[in-house]
């Protein structure tokens, strides 16, 4: 079972920021937050990941709270193209652990 | 393009035939992986193959066999399938074990058995 938990949808206005909560409230110390998005008829793409301290990269900013039970990935500018379901999952990184993908949040973004 | 490639993007085949998918990675990774994604549900991981070996199998049905003859490529045999079956399957890689591990996805198959 995922270890995550994250609202079904979310609309947001394109050129706004969209925020998309993920609850992780049983994640372990040596847990990191991923965030993958998937774009109707293709495969997933990896977003961004932290373990505590917030992240940003050229797609996204990651803001993990300071109990590390929840996370909110930012879409600073959203467009059209942002449309997709975007998964948060939590892992440890060991060649033994698997990568589980939950039912994630499909974001609409509204012209 | 993320260097993860799946052959065919779309397969239709009877529940007696036998067909494969292919999946090659130009990524240099060691860990490649099936996941099957069937309509409305989460993605579901298959089969994990490090280093060539299978280290997961997850409670996956006998008439689907995968096969990693290098660590660049990795079938999925198919034989005898039901039409539940019919789903996206996606193969991803990853270069397992470091700090900044990522899977990169293909585009999948999207199989179809009548």
């Known amino acids: 079972d995922a270890k995550t938990t994250q609202p079904p949808s979310m609309d947001c206005a394109e050129g706004r920021a969209a925020n998309l909560p993920c609850n992780h409230s049983?994640?372990?110390?040596?847990?990191?937050v991923y965030w993958y998005r998937q774009i109707h008829s293709q495969g997933p793409q990896y977003i961004i990941h932290?373990?505590?301290n917030n992240e940003t990269n050229e797609m996204a900013s990651l803001i993990i709270t300071e109990d590390r039970k929840s996370s909110t990935l930012i879409l600073p500018h959203a467009t059209l193209r942002d449309t997709a379901v975007y998964y948060c999952?939590?892992?440890?990184?060991?060649?033994?652990?698997?990568?589980?993908f939950g039912k994630g949040t499909r974001l609409h973004i509204l012209p | 393009e993320t260097g993860v490639t799946q052959t065919p993007r779309h397969l239709v085949m009877g529940m007696t035939n036998k067909k494969s998918l292919k999946c090659e990675q130009h990524l240099g990774h060691n860990a490649m992986y099936w996941y099957k994604q069937s309509a409305k549900k989460p993605l579901e991981l298959m089969f994990v193959y490090n280093f060539k070996e299978q280290t997961e199998n997850n409670s996956v049905p006998s008439r689907f066999s995968p096969e990693c003859p290098n660590s660049s490529h990795l079938f999925l045999h198919l034989h005898t399938l039901q039409p539940e079956d019919s789903a996206l399957y996606l193969c991803?890689?990853?270069?397992?074990?470091?700090?900044?591990?990522?899977?990169?996805f293909g585009s999948g198959t999207q199989l179809s058995v009548l």
């Open positions: 999952i939590v892992r440890v990184l060991n060649r033994d652990d698997k990568i589980i």
């Open positions: 932290g373990l505590k």
């Open positions: 991803a890689s990853s270069r397992a074990g470091g700090l900044e591990e990522k899977l990169f």
């Open positions: 049983t994640i372990s110390g040596n847990e990191y």
